[in-house]
């Protein structure tokens, strides 16, 4: 209902511009500009205010869903049955919000809604999230609330590890943005030692601006990095990929990412995750 309220703002903040280009293109009125840009910028603020409010709706019901998740697997003594599935979000936490690119949507004509109802940019976990959903719910540990995308599960520094085995146990799905240092390299060494590398979908990141330096550089750090583990990440490509290794490490298959989309993100996903031959 927000989200209807706020594209509707959209289109009246579009078609009070549209109406003042035709307005000078068939009068040749002197009328003074301001009106119509205080009037599309009020439209505009209401559209942004209420998908603020509906986004931040949507994450709650998320981290909620993702700690009743987390609950049922406690009740159930960390068994699978009756816990609906999942899939485990893992990154660095320095790359929340920072895995940016440009929005293929975004229209720089004032005159369509797209223009005032899309960002210039878009965040990764922001769409992953949104594209498995609502049948694969995306968890991650972190803070609830802290960023739009995955449900968080808040967990105690002393508690955080048993948790992280826990979850990996039992997910579907684990889909990772990999890194060769602190906490992350930890994880991936638990995903090799308990051969769990063959339900886990890598993130290679497109072309984008990332800690201040080229993702390429990133990830060639990466690769070489992670090779100490036999882990064999493919050379960078900058359409980004999302990929599987085998369970002795080997490179498996992926799917490049040259335009961060729902329907491609969740086709990607489900290419992924579907195995040759089998259609479900």
Do not use: C
Not at 19 to 44: D, H, K, N
Not at 93 to 116: A, D, H, Q
Not at 133 to 138: N, R, S, Y
Request: no cysteine; aromatic share 10%.
């Amino acid at each position: 209902m927000l989200k209807a309220l706020a594209y509707y703002s959209y289109i009246l903040a579009a078609l009070s511009v549209a109406l003042r280009l035709l307005e000078q293109s068939g009068y040749g009125s002197e009328t003074p500009r301001w009106p119509t840009i205080v009037v599309a910028a009020l439209f505009l603020l209401a559209g942004r205010l209420l998908t603020a409010l509906a986004d931040s709706r949507q994450q709650a019901g998320r981290d909620r869903r993702a700690s009743a998740l987390f609950a049922s697997l406690v009740d159930n003594d960390f068994s699978d049955e009756h816990v609906e599935p999942y899939a485990l979000y893992l990154r660095p936490f320095s790359t929340t919000g920072r895995m940016i690119v440009s929005n293929p949507k975004m229209r720089w004509l004032p005159v369509l809604p797209s223009y005032f109802a899309n960002e210039e940019t878009l965040e990764f976990e922001t769409l992953l999230a949104e594209a498995l959903a609502p049948d694969l719910p995306l968890i991650a540990l972190g803070r609830p609330g802290e960023h739009i995308g995955a449900g968080r599960l808040a967990v105690a520094d002393e508690e955080w590890q048993d948790v992280f085995q826990r979850l990996i146990q039992h997910a579907s799905w684990i889909v990772m943005i990999p890194n060769d240092e602190g906490e992350t390299r930890w994880e991936i060494e638990q995903l090799v030692t308990q051969g769990l590398l063959h339900k886990t979908l890598f993130i290679m990141p497109p072309m984008l601006r990332f800690r201040q330096s080229d993702a390429a550089d990133y990830w060639e750090k990466v690769r070489s990095g992670l090779a100490g583990l036999t882990l064999q990440l493919p050379r960078y490509n900058s359409a980004g990929q999302l990929f599987r290794l085998g369970r002795a490490g080997q490179y498996y298959r992926g799917r490049h990412l040259p335009k961060l989309t729902l329907p491609l993100v969740r086709d990607r996903f489900a290419g992924l995750t579907t195995e040759p031959g089998k259609n479900g």
